[in-house]
């Protein structure tokens, strides 16, 4: 059994496509299949070892990386270039059952013209809600054509996955029969407030200050100035030190977010997502999120395992898991001064934040990475007409 995936976004990039493809990898490898990965390289030599197409074990995993360039004013996404010899060679080397473009650019595409060529069936994966992006960063006149190409290139697919309900919803509407909603796990043993600890914030400086936390990339998608801007306001109605907002990411946005913020607002660029990230959540008080186009939001799911209640809009993938006064508290997308009212309330109210904290301790406990992972398996055995484990067992 042999999977092969295709992504335009792989470890040591970090974000919500890397991680859970990382973990399927890992997961599948587990459960014993072989898999390959095909995507781009990214200039840092203590990850990939090569300045050539790459063939090398990454983890469980067969890796090629193809040639790349950054993805212009936006440096920390790269863009491969067409290597579609390469991609054959793999496919006809590794002999894949079963091909998964994860992402439509370029990496996807290559993914896909391999598996038609080798008449290997191939299953897709729609993450981003490229339309609400597009629109975001003012470019809302190109999402007729965008809408247009992720039609055809899932239509292509024997089955597409995505990690919500909404967005699940989309994709039937674009006429994709079989659609699976797949991939809302977080590792709960990884994330837990039992990690919190004095000393970890006295690094930080944070003393006994009400913390909020802000995760992710720092791009107008995430509406991150809308957090910053709201941290501003309510801190006008708190006494001094009494909060504090941290940001941990990296983006387009970090310069301009970084000149306008407020005194108390402590920018930490990129933190490892195994060893630091943990950590991270689980010293801090309360978890902010802006997003309306996430199609799932893995670290509202990271929070909410660290035992944060999350503050953010109900939409997209953020409304299959935030439920108001129970995990976290939900607020009218744009209203950044709803958004401040929240905090000043949670800041002063310890118990309410405890409350909601252990709700969403208990929301992230039921959503298993292992039960995905059954589930995928399977899944997979299905497209490529395998005998189940479990019938086999």
């Known amino acids: 059994m042999r999977v092969l995936y295709c992504t335009d976004t792989f470890s040591p990039q970090v974000n919500g496509i890397s991680v859970v493809t990382g973990l399927s990898v890992a997961g599948l490898s587990r459960r014993g299949w072989e898999c390959a990965v095909v995507a781009p390289r990214t200039p840092q030599p203590a990850a990939i070892r090569s300045n050539q197409h790459v063939r090398e074990e990454h983890g469980a995993a067969l890796l090629l990386s193809l040639p790349s360039v950054p993805l212009p004013g936006y440096s920390e996404v790269r863009l491969a270039l067409p290597s579609p010899g390469p991609v054959h060679e793999l496919v006809q080397r590794f002999r894949p059952d079963l091909i998964h473009c994860v992402t439509e650019l370029t990496v996807g595409r290559m993914g896909q013209l391999a598996a038609a060529q080798a008449g290997i069936p191939m299953v897709s994966s729609y993450h981003t809600n490229f339309a609400g992006c597009l629109a975001a960063h003012g470019k809302s006149w190109l999402r007729g054509t965008i809408s247009a190409y992720l039609q055809r290139f899932h239509q292509r697919c024997r089955r597409s996955y995505t990690p919500s309900s909404v967005a699940c919803d989309e994709l039937l509407r674009w006429g994709i029969s079989d659609v699976e909603v797949w991939g809302r796990g977080v590792d709960a043993g990884l994330f837990h407030p039992r990690r919190r600890s004095a000393e970890f914030r006295t690094s930080l400086g944070l003393a006994d200050r009400f913390t909020f936390l802000y995760v992710g990339r720092l791009s107008a998608d995430k509406r991150v100035s809308q957090v910053v801007q709201a941290f501003g306001l309510a801190q006008?109605?708190?006494?001094?030190?009494?909060?504090?907002?941290?940001?941990?990411?990296?983006?387009?946005?970090?310069?301009?977010?970084?000149?306008?913020?407020?005194?108390?607002?402590?920018?930490?660029?990129?933190?490892?997502?195994?060893?630091?990230?943990?950590?991270?959540?689980?010293?801090?008080?309360?978890?902010?999120?802006?997003?309306?186009?996430?199609?799932?939001?893995?670290?509202?799911?990271?929070?909410?395992?660290?035992?944060?209640?999350?503050?953010?809009?109900?939409?997209?993938?953020?409304?299959?898991?935030?439920?108001?006064?129970?995990?976290?508290?939900?607020?009218?997308?744009?209203?950044?001064g709803a958004m401040a009212q929240w905090m000043v309330r949670l800041a002063w109210d310890r118990g309410l934040a405890n409350r909601l904290g252990r709700g969403a301790r208990a929301t992230a406990e039921a959503l298993s990475w292992d039960q995905e992972l059954d589930r995928l398996d399977l899944s997979y055995r299905e497209i490529c007409g395998l005998p189940s484990t479990r019938a086999a067992a």
């Open 236 to 336: 006008q109605m708190l006494p001094r030190d009494v909060i504090h907002l941290v940001v941990a990411g990296t983006g387009p946005q970090e310069a301009t977010l970084r000149a306008r913020a407020p005194d108390g607002v402590s920018f930490l660029g990129f933190v490892d997502h195994e060893s630091r990230l943990p950590d991270l959540y689980s010293n801090s008080d309360a978890f902010l999120f802006s997003s309306t186009t996430d199609t799932l939001g893995l670290v509202v799911l990271e929070a909410m395992a660290s035992g944060l209640p999350v503050i953010a809009t109900s939409a997209g993938g953020i409304a299959d898991h935030l439920r108001h006064d129970h995990n976290g508290v939900a607020y009218p997308p744009g209203e950044v």
